[in-house]
């Protein structure tokens, strides 16, 4: 590839596009812009990511690729592209220089404060619904979920969006990241309770039929820390220390106290967490643990339900 310090943006559109798309596969960081894309292409995937890269960076509309692909570039607009591409190349997230990720077919508003919504993460909003749904044929009106670490609002949202009778609580530690979860859920006009805290904290005496969470689980030394991609997100909401369980554990011992008699744990983790956090949960009071696969194939969501025993020795438990 041409090195970015000497790259020269054309002065017309289509041609910036494609200077663009051949700049990021060669540099190997462009990714599928729509979740679970049937194979890879890495070529289609370069040139839809520099489409949008480039449409973004001048602030046009997609129709101007078809109603003017000759449009003249100023040397401004050649500059801010240049600049995003070195950006982009850098591993910069594309979804941090668009400002916004789509995930459950819903446009979020992403920054650096929050983790980029990933598709992976579409199976936790889908076994959550498909326990509420379960609970509702059961008899039980208006199911409650509690969404913890809600970062951009992503999983919450979404269930909120499909499922807009249920009562849905999410809570955030960061300050910045519960701004963007709040600008979504204003974004998607769905009703949602957003609490600042500490994981169970802002919810303490309060019972759930659903508890869904995506919390760190990245061991500290992994080197896809490193990586193009994670690199630029906040470390803090990857990984908890030390060998990435930390946050699982603590999830595991201490929804018992929070949860409603036959509630259910969701928790995402990592592709080889899945047996450990099973025996955990196990060993917490849950039953019909079972982990769920991903569309790679990965276990990737484990999920538990608490029976009574649990539920009254949870009443006693000393963690909050």
């Known amino acids: 590839m041409p090195s970015l310090a000497i790259l020269t943006i054309p002065a017309h559109l289509r041609t910036a596009v494609q200077t663009v798309a051949a700049a990021l596969a060669a540099a190997h960081v462009a990714r599928p812009l729509r979740p679970h894309p049937p194979e890879p292409q890495p070529a289609r995937d370069a040139l839809r990511e520099a489409e ?5 960076a001048l602030g046009l509309p997609r129709s101007t690729l078809y109603a003017d692909p000759e449009r003249a570039l100023s040397v401004l607009e050649q500059a801010k592209i240049s600049q995003w591409l070195h950006r982009r190349c850098d591993g910069e997230p594309l979804a941090y220089l668009l400002g916004e990720r789509e995930f459950w077919s ?3 508003t992403v920054s650096p404060a929050v983790l980029v919504p990933r598709p992976e993460t579409e199976l936790l909003v889908e076994r959550a619904l498909q326990c509420g749904d379960a609970l509702e044929t059961g008899g039980l009106a208006l199911p409650t979920v509690l969404d913890l670490g ?3 609002g992503a999983i919450a949202i979404a269930i909120a969006h499909e499922r807009p009778g249920w009562r849905v ?3 955030e530690r960061c300050h910045e990241a519960l701004a963007v979860a709040r600008q979504n859920a204003a974004r998607h006009a769905v009703a949602l309770e957003l609490l600042q805290g500490n994981w169970f904290a802002p919810v303490a005496g309060r019972r759930f039929n ?5 919390p760190p689980y990245v061991a500290a030394d992994d080197p896809v820390l490193q ?4 690199r630029h997100e906040p470390r803090a909401a990857l990984t908890p220390g030390d060998d990435g369980f930390a946050d699982l554990a603590y999830l595991a011992a201490a929804a018992p106290r929070y949860l409603e008699p036959a509630g259910t744990l969701l928790l995402e983790h990592g592709t080889a967490q899945g047996a450990r956090l099973r025996a955990e949960l196990v060993a917490r009071g849950f039953r019909h643990v079972v982990s769920h696969r991903d569309l790679a194939g990965h276990e990737r969501v484990t999920e538990g339900r608490l ?3 649990s539920l009254r020795m949870s009443k006693t438990d000393p963690i909050s």
């Open 307 to 309: 029976d009574l025993h």
């Open 106 to 108: 819903l446009t979020l």
């Open 169 to 171: 609580t999410a809570v």
């Open 150 to 152: 809600t970062g951009s």
């Open 227 to 230: 990586g193009d991609s994670l």
């Open 52 to 56: 949008a890269l480039v449409l973004a």
């Open 210 to 214: 659903i508890i869904a969470a995506n």
